[in-house]
């Protein structure tokens, strides 16, 4: 009964979500002109040294904005679409276990389309601008861009159950993807950014995740720095539980009229 309940629910929310509007042309038309703006003030063969490897700034910059997209998109869409289905919220909650089918499918369907974005994203670079990586360590890489979006989604539900009106998260995730843009490395390397500005970038999971997943596609022979690693690993950590936490002693518990 809860399997087919989560089921139709993303089915519901899925479509609704990709369904033919100005939002989703937004979502999906967005990163792809990001990609174009930066290639027209720079050549497109242009390369870029990094320690002692030298790889092509679209490469660089296409990992970086498929990265930052997809995660921004779960950071920004997720609150507000749990908060968005108020009604679809009280009938589910009063059943038992539906608080966990809610939770779930909203996280299901922003994984989804998250990913949508991201394919575009890619198959963009690869059809216009020859985007390639290296592909001997895409398991270690896979492992690295699922703690960036689990964290990602850590952070989203902890906004969730901060109680935040639906107008001012957007207005959060305005601004976080902002700052995540800039800060995280996405553009520009985080080695050319002025102290103290460095540190701080890589106190951001999502500068930590990138560039672990720079190292590990786009340099032919990566090191990835493991104390990144162990940091995004620990954040990841320590993140969920407070998620855990928060879920256990607030979830049930929300009224849904102060939204």
Not at 96 to 113: E, M, P, R
């Amino acid at each position: 009964m809860l399997i087919d309940a989560f089921i139709l629910l993303t089915t519901k929310k899925i479509k609704s979500n990709i369904s033919f509007s100005l939002d989703t042309l937004t979502t999906f038309l967005q990163p792809v002109l990001w990609m174009s703006i930066f290639l027209f003030l720079r050549d497109e063969d242009i390369s870029m040294e990094i320690g002692n490897s030298e790889i092509r700034y679209v490469d660089f910059l296409v990992l970086g904005i498929f990265v930052w997209r997809t995660s921004s998109f779960i950071l920004g869409r997720l609150p507000t679409m749990i908060k968005e289905d108020a009604q679809a919220i009280r009938s589910i909650m009063s059943s038992q276990g539906g608080g966990k089918v809610l939770l779930w499918s909203c996280i299901a369907t922003t994984f989804s389309i998250a990913m949508l974005v991201g394919a575009s994203i890619i198959l963009t670079a690869i059809l216009l601008y020859n985007f390639s990586v290296f592909s001997n360590y895409t398991i270690y890489a896979l492992i690295a861009f699922l703690l960036i979006i689990i964290v990602h989604f850590e952070i989203a539900i902890i906004l969730f159950f901060s109680r935040i009106q639906k107008k001012n998260l957007k207005n959060i995730g305005f601004i976080a993807t902002t700052i995540f843009g800039l800060f995280s490395g996405v553009f520009f390397p985080v080695e050319s950014f002025p102290f103290p500005l460095d540190n701080i970038a890589y106190a951001l999971p999502l500068t930590q995740g990138l560039s672990i997943l720079r190292e590990l596609l786009l340099y032919p022979n990566p090191m990835p720095d493991w104390h990144l690693s162990v940091m995004l690993s620990l954040e990841t950590a320590f993140l969920f539980i407070i998620t855990v936490i928060l879920y256990k002693k607030s979830f049930k518990n929300i009224h849904i009229e102060k939204w």
